[in-house]
């Protein structure tokens, strides 16, 4: 974990935030500028900025994000509606915050992608 990211700042307890999932590998907030009615990170506790450049250790964390994000989108009531599974990275991407995560975004049509 990063001293100074907040995602891993919130993993490790130092700023509140409400859980919704949380395993020894991952957890999912909700975004705090929600896209949609529902708008979930799912975020690793391993701190990895770019995939590119990842370990084999925060590459199978990023994996996990995405093995446990079906499950994420069902407890969130967004499996039957269906959702999207959006992944920034870079600059260029709009990323925000440089720790990898997944956005789950659902809750209504969500039209074409840009």
């Given at each position: 974990?990063?001293?100074?990211?907040?995602?891993c700042?919130?993993?490790?307890?130092?700023?509140?935030?409400?859980?919704?999932?949380?395993?020894?590998?991952?957890?999912a907030?909700?975004?705090?500028?929600?896209k949609?009615p529902?708008?979930l990170?799912?975020?690793?506790?391993?701190?990895?900025e770019?995939?590119?450049?990842?370990?084999?250790?925060?590459?199978a964390?990023?994996?996990?994000?995405?093995?446990?994000a079906?499950?994420?989108?069902?407890?969130?009531?967004?499996?039957?509606?269906?959702?999207?599974?959006?992944?920034?990275?870079?600059?260029?991407?709009?990323?925000?915050?440089?720790?990898?995560?997944?956005h789950?975004?659902?809750?209504?049509?969500?039209?074409?992608?840009?």
């Amino acid at each position: 974990m990063s001293d100074d990211c907040i995602f891993c700042k919130i993993g490790r307890g130092d700023i509140p935030s409400e859980k919704l999932f949380d395993d020894a590998t991952a957890f999912a907030i909700r975004d705090i500028n929600p896209k949609a009615p529902v708008h979930l990170l799912l975020i690793p506790y391993a701190h990895v900025e770019a995939l590119a450049d990842a370990t084999d250790e925060q590459a199978a964390a990023a994996a996990h994000c995405f093995e446990v994000a079906p499950a994420v989108a069902r407890q969130a009531g967004l499996a039957a509606g269906g959702y999207r599974i959006v992944v920034n990275q870079g600059p260029d991407s709009g990323q925000e915050v440089p720790h990898f995560h997944l956005h789950v975004l659902g809750g209504r049509p969500l039209g074409p992608m840009a």
